[in-house]
């Protein structure tokens, strides 16, 4: 405390122990008032920081794991649901869910979700929780379960695999300056799953996260590709556009991230979509309990990783070999070459 109170711009205290505990949920109906309950923390690792004055900018937190890669990562910009269900229910559901009903939460009583939390950029002491897990890849919202609750601390959760028990360092960025503060992760002391068996469910949950993530992120950059190559006219550029197509085929509104279709009975040839959902969804079968991979999911990543090698296979001949040849004769023929977006 007293090193906080001589801090010129910001404090990050250190966090305690954090552990990853699946917590038990109650039957979604309010305890009555009679019930004797206590408070309980915030799931996750808390994290408590201070400011000497209101930021300049944004507030970073960013977790790191024992190599220095980024795990999760937070800003004070990040979005939030506004009116906040857990604190206005009454305000959310008259001006989001009378006109959205699909909106986050409005598929839920709303005495079930917690109130939100988010990095503050004002004077003062903070508190934020980590939620254990990865960063979410695709763009599916924050909500809580549609399931057993905790009447109005039901958190929110995200479509992303937790994170393995371990070392961490836990960064706060304020006004250009960064903090640093290990964490250590432990599991529930309850688990008896033997060594072996967890560095396995932990490497495979990782190499399946993170190929998921590379493949959404080529997938946005093959999306972007087509839009260019859209404005451009030629039949060698046509020809490149069907290829790009087998790809990374433009998102249908109705259609569901990692489903892979087939046709005539025969399994589809695998997409860069398809792909990041097919090792997202292998990684997250296997988040349900701390225990050794079934011989079904050790499969499914087998299956998983042989599509994206498939697709990557194609996906890099594209912007390796066909689109520098295309280049190469529209050069040649005096045209404009095409510029294929970053990554």
């Not at 001589?6 to 019930?35: H, I, S």
């Not at 988040?287 to 990543?301: L, Y």
């Not at 998983?304 to 190469?328: E, F, G, I, T, Y």
Request: hydrophobic share 45%; glycine share 8%.
């Amino acid at each position: 405390a007293a090193a906080a109170r001589g801090a010129k711009d910001a404090y990050l205290f250190k966090p305690a122990p954090a552990v990853r505990v699946r917590y038990g949920t109650n039957d979604p109906t309010p305890w009555p008032p009679e019930l004797l309950a206590g408070e309980n923390p915030p799931p996750g690792g808390i994290i408590d920081y201070y400011l000497a004055a209101d930021a300049h900018g944004p507030v970073g937190l960013e977790v790191l794991d024992a190599a220095g890669a980024v795990v999760r990562s937070y800003s004070s910009d990040d979005s939030v649901l506004a009116p906040d269900p857990g604190r206005e229910p009454a305000k959310y559901e008259d001006e989001v869910c009378e006109h959205k009903p699909d909106a986050a939460d409005c598929d839920v009583p709303l005495y079930w979700p917690a109130p939100q939390m988010r990095l503050s950029t004002a004077a003062g002491m903070h508190r934020f929780s980590w939620d254990l897990r990865y960063d979410p890849i695709d763009d599916r919202g924050p909500g809580v379960a549609n399931g057993a609750a905790v009447p109005y601390h039901t958190y929110p959760s995200r479509y992303a695999p937790w994170a393995p028990a371990g070392a961490y360092t836990v960064r706060l960025t304020v006004n250009g300056k960064r903090y640093t503060q290990p964490l250590r992760l432990f599991l529930d002391p309850r688990v008896r799953t033997p060594a072996p068996a967890l560095a396995e469910l932990a490497a495979l949950t990782h190499e399946m996260y993170l190929g998921a993530r590379a493949a959404h992120q080529d997938a946005a950059r093959a999306h972007a590709l087509a839009a260019v190559l859209a404005k451009v006219d030629g039949a060698d550029v046509a020809a490149l556009r069907a290829e790009l197509d087998s790809i990374a085929p433009a998102p249908k509104p109705e259609g569901r991230r990692g489903f892979r279709g087939r046709r005539n009975g025969a399994k589809a040839a695998p997409t860069l979509d398809a792909v990041s959902g097919e090792m997202l969804g292998a990684a997250m079968a296997m988040q349900e309990a701390d225990v050794a991979p079934t011989a079904e999911q050790v499969a499914a990543c087998a299956r998983a990783r042989a599509d994206a090698a498939a697709v990557m296979r194609k996906w890099n001949a594209l912007v390796d070999v066909a689109l520098p040849r295309l280049n190469a004769r529209r050069k040649a023929a005096g045209l404009p070459g095409v510029t294929p977006p970053k990554a």
